[in-house]
């Protein structure tokens, strides 16, 4: 395509997905630290985790799981799409995605919402007659999906993003790396989603 | 180029992986009302572990990439492990 001596643009595959695998090893870490945090607190005071944890919204919980998985697999049929070169299809998943994220955190507005209403926040009335460790268990619920929430609302814009470039034709099936790592992304944001669910909302 | 490393997964492929993962979802959920205490946690992560694997082999590729990044995987794994495992035993044995 391009004469020699113009200098063409380097792209280096195999370093910009490696580059990406190496970003999510710090996140694994990050997110780690919060999963060690939560396994002692709960081995130190599994009934007080117990009791709290009864009170977050089941529904909400499977709600969540459900669209964060179906919001994946959009994601990974956007990648396929995009590079088989069939733009269209590639173009409605990542929309697809998109929207699955936004209802997401829609759902997690609601149902903080809730929590605060009644009082569990810091300070707040409703943590007054709780015991430490249940205190414990709503300080770590907020801190662990909140950095979670805002994972997913990092990945909706960088998703967002690469649907305007994909529209101006700025990403193309020559140089899908950027794509599947914004993929790779999204993937992590549910995998982290996969622990929490049981984790907060199930082991009751 | 490594054009080769980009293999294209089908849709079907996809859409099966998706299916059991909610099958496993329900799992979960069914299980956390019959088992309990920790056994009920220990089953919790352990059917969590095995939707985390079906994610990272076939939505994220890791089955299909080189060996060498299949490896490095296990690093943040393997040390992230060991600060817990080595966590849990301070906390239950000081």
Redesign the interface.
């Known amino acids: 395509m391009k004469s020699a001596g113009v200098s063409a643009l380097h792209r280096d595959?195999?370093g910009a997905?490696?580059g990406m695998?190496?970003f999510l090893?710090?996140e694994?870490?990050l997110f780690?630290g919060l999963?060690?945090l939560y396994?002692?607190y709960?081995?130190?005071q599994?009934a007080e985790f117990h009791r709290a944890a009864a009170g977050l919204s089941?529904t909400a919980g499977?709600a969540n799981?459900?669209i964060l998985?179906?919001s994946?697999?959009t994601?990974?049929?956007a990648v396929?799409a995009f590079?088989?070169g069939a733009q269209g299809h590639t173009l409605l998943l990542q929309a697809f995605t998109v929207l699955f994220g936004i209802v997401f955190l829609v759902n997690k507005y609601l149902e903080w919402g809730d929590k605060i209403r009644q009082g569990l926040y810091p300070e707040g009335p409703g943590l007054s007659g709780l015991a430490p460790g249940e205190v414990l268990f709503y300080g770590l619920y907020y801190v662990m999906t909140g950095l979670h929430g805002l994972h997913v609302l990092f990945g909706i814009m960088l998703i967002a993003v690469l649907w305007l470039l994909t529209i101006q034709g700025k990403v193309t099936s020559r140089d899908?790396a950027r794509l599947?790592n914004a993929?790779?992304y999204w993937?992590?944001v549910?995998?982290v989603w996969?622990?929490l669910?049981?984790?907060f909302y199930?082991?009751? | 180029?490594?054009a080769e490393?980009?293999r294209?997964?089908?849709?079907t492929t996809?859409?099966t992986?998706?299916a059991v993962?909610?099958a496993l979802?329900g799992l979960?959920?069914f299980a956390?009302r019959v088992v309990a205490?920790t056994t009920?946690?220990l089953t919790?992560?352990a059917?969590?572990s095995i939707?985390?694997g079906l994610?990272?082999s076939?939505?994220?590729?890791l089955r299909y990439?080189r060996p060498l990044?299949r490896f490095?995987?296990f690093?943040?794994?393997a040390?992230?492990a060991v600060?817990?495992g080595f966590?849990?035993i301070d906390?239950?044995y000081r």
């Open positions: 595959y195999t997905k490696l695998w190496l090893f710090t694994i870490l780690g999963f060690l396994s002692v709960r081995s130190l599994p089941l499977i799981t459900v998985i179906t994946s697999l994601m990974a049929m396929s590079l088989r899908p599947e993929g790779l993937h992590f549910d995998l996969i622990y669910f049981p984790l199930l082991v009751t | 180029m490594d490393r980009r294209i997964v089908r849709y996809y859409i992986v998706w993962l909610m979802t979960t959920v956390s205490g009920g946690i919790a992560v059917i969590a939707k985390a994610v990272l076939f939505f994220m590729h990439e990044l490095l995987f690093v943040p794994v040390t992230l600060i817990i966590t849990f906390v239950w």
